[in-house]
């Protein structure tokens, strides 16, 4: 989304700019601070990308009057620091959840958890963030290794056709490589259930198609994990559009990262199946409480 720099938003902008990222990374992700800053080369690139980020804002404000907000890790940051409950209250949901994670794998992933945290803060590029991706990769192994029987494997699983799977585990004795794949929405476009599952199965064909193109011999045992974002409760009228994928068992059931508010108005964040939510959403007064 194009950010017009009207005057208050250049005085947010330039007094953002003073802040120190190593300070704010501590401030709001003090788990993820902790866990990276054994690490100077980790440190030095979050810093480099920080200021990456301000000299890319500054340049397009000075040619366009305008610069284009992509919710990075760095954003969520600036707005917390301007008041903003919801940015504070997602970033100490990233924090927890990276957390549960170390808490619950060895030495060696450990690493590879800490270099996923890493990347989430770091990725972006002039187009878009990838922070979300990263995140989702975080909550998605938070969720399984919840469940008994699960373990993880590994971070990042390189194919014989180059592409990568996000992680491996093992569950009942069996290795089953995992996807996470993040779908954006829009419900005010969806026109039926039908319409929302053709675009549901265009989309989630393409990305199957995209890992498994060129890929000898057998197909491995793969898992892919829709991760939807959106607002969950206009989502009510459409939800018979996820029948059709039950009984695929290499998609596992939609989850989602759901923003609402409780009855005191507080922001809240959690993670879980869309078939949970949905249950929820019908239960709430829908004027007290927004997913």
Same mark, same amino acid.
Request: aromatic content about 12%; glycine content about 4%.
């Given at each position: 989304? %194009? ?31 902790? #866990? ?6 980790? +440190? ?10 301000? /000299? ?5 404000? &000075? ?13 969520? $940051? $600036? ?6 409950? %919801? ?8 924090? @927890?959840? %990276? ?19 890493? &990347? ?16 989702? =990769?975080?909550? #998605? ?19 014989? @056709?180059? /592409? ?13 490589? !995992?996807? !996470? ?22 989309? +989630? ?8 193109? =060129? ?9 892919? !994990?829709?991760?939807? $974002?959106?607002? +969950? ?24 990262? %759901? ?27 829908? =004027?007290?409480?927004?997913?």
């Amino acid at each position: 989304m %194009a950010l017009r720099a009207t005057a208050q938003l250049r005085i947010r902008f330039q007094r953002n700019k003073m802040n120190e990222p190593v300070e704010l990374l501590r401030h709001y992700l003090p788990t993820i601070y902790d #866990v990276l800053s054994p690490s100077t080369k980790m +440190i030095s690139d979050i810093s480099s990308k920080y200021y990456e980020r301000i /000299k890319n804002i500054d340049a397009a404000i &000075k040619t366009k009057g305008e610069f284009t907000s992509e919710k990075v890790i760095y954003d969520l $940051w $600036w707005d917390t620091n301007e008041g903003d409950q %919801a940015s504070l209250t997602f970033l100490t949901f990233i924090d @927890n959840t %990276a957390k549960s994670v170390l808490e619950k794998v060895d030495s060696t992933l450990r690493r590879q958890i800490i270099t996923l945290c890493h &990347k989430m803060i770091i990725n972006f590029n002039d187009s878009q963030s990838q922070y979300t991706n990263f995140f989702a =990769e975080l909550a #998605v192994i938070n969720k399984l290794l919840s469940d008994e029987g699960i373990k993880l494997l590994q971070v990042e699983k390189i194919m014989p @056709n180059g /592409k990568r799977f996000d992680f491996e585990i093992r569950k009942d004795g069996k290795e089953t490589l !995992v996807e !996470v794949y993040n779908i954006n929405f829009n419900y005010e476009r969806i026109e039926s259930s039908e319409n929302f599952k053709k675009f549901l199965e265009t989309r +989630i064909t393409d990305k199957l198609n995209s890992k498994l193109q =060129e890929l000898p011999g057998m197909f491995p045992s793969f898992l892919l !994990v829709p991760v939807l $974002w959106g607002n +969950i409760l206009g989502l009510d009228q459409f939800a018979d559009a996820f029948i059709f994928f039950k009984d695929f068992n290499f998609i596992s059931k939609f989850m989602m990262i %759901a923003e609402y508010k409780n009855l005191e108005g507080r922001y809240l964040y959690d993670f879980g199946t869309v078939e949970n939510f949905l249950k929820r959403a019908k239960e709430i007064n829908k =004027e007290t409480m927004k997913i």
